[in-house]
């Protein structure tokens, strides 16, 4: 049986459930491989468990825009938006362009919108509301990672050296707070009026 979330609708390609379904697959495994190349990249301070955590925070808003358009197929098009949106400054993280690629996704979330948002009904003052919290409790979050500067030295055994900057553990707290905060406020604020016709996705015929 398919959920009223999941039914087919005439929004093309790029607006189905199953692609929508595949580019939320690439977010999360994006947003791991960015806290994998994190952590294997960190300075030596960073190999413990801070190290661990912050690198997790740093992936975790990638993932959480996966998260996100996974539920806009639950009837909740316009979390397609604020994911895309917030793609975009997350693709400029990284001086070595590793985060680049992000722009694709944002692109086809963007798209998928337009498609799906034009045979669901979306509440203009609830679908403002949600891309206003989600996008800023995102962008909160990854900037609770880097706006204060931690600079740290570390020794090894064959010499040793300093970073800039490190994630700490209250960064990295902070950070996955409000990433989760911002995919709990998306799924209240963006919930459907059942009390409305056309609220729900219209099949294909």
């Known amino acids: 049986m398919v959920a009223d979330g999941e039914r087919p609708i005439a929004a093309g390609l790029v607006g189905s459930p199953p692609f929508i379904r595949g580019v939320a697959a690439f977010l999360v495994l994006a947003g791991s491989g960015l806290a994998a190349i994190r952590f294997v990249g960190g300075a030596p301070v960073e190999d413990g468990s801070d190290g661990v955590l912050g690198s ?75 891309l206003v919290v989600v996008v800023a409790l995102l962008v909160t979050a990854v900037g609770a990672l880097f706006v204060h500067q931690d600079p740290r030295e570390y020794t090894t055994p064959t010499g040793g050296g300093s970073t800039s900057d490190v994630i700490t553990t209250v960064e990295a707290l902070i950070s996955l707070v409000l990433t989760a905060a911002s995919v709990a406020a998306g799924w209240y604020l963006s919930a459907p009026d059942r009390r409305r016709p056309g609220n729900r996705s219209a099949s294909v015929t």
């Not at 539920?71 to 990284?94: E, G």
């Open 56 to 130: 997790v925070a740093l992936g975790a808003p990638v993932m959480a825009t996966g998260v996100l358009a996974l539920l806009a197929l639950r009837d909740r098009a316009v979390l397609l938006l604020p994911a895309a949106l917030v793609l975009v400054p997350m693709s400029f993280l990284s001086f070595a362009l590793v985060t680049l690629p992000l722009l694709v996704p944002a692109v086809m979330l963007c798209v998928g919108y337009g498609r799906r948002s034009a045979v669901e009904a979306v509440s203009g003052p609830r679908g403002a509301a949600t």
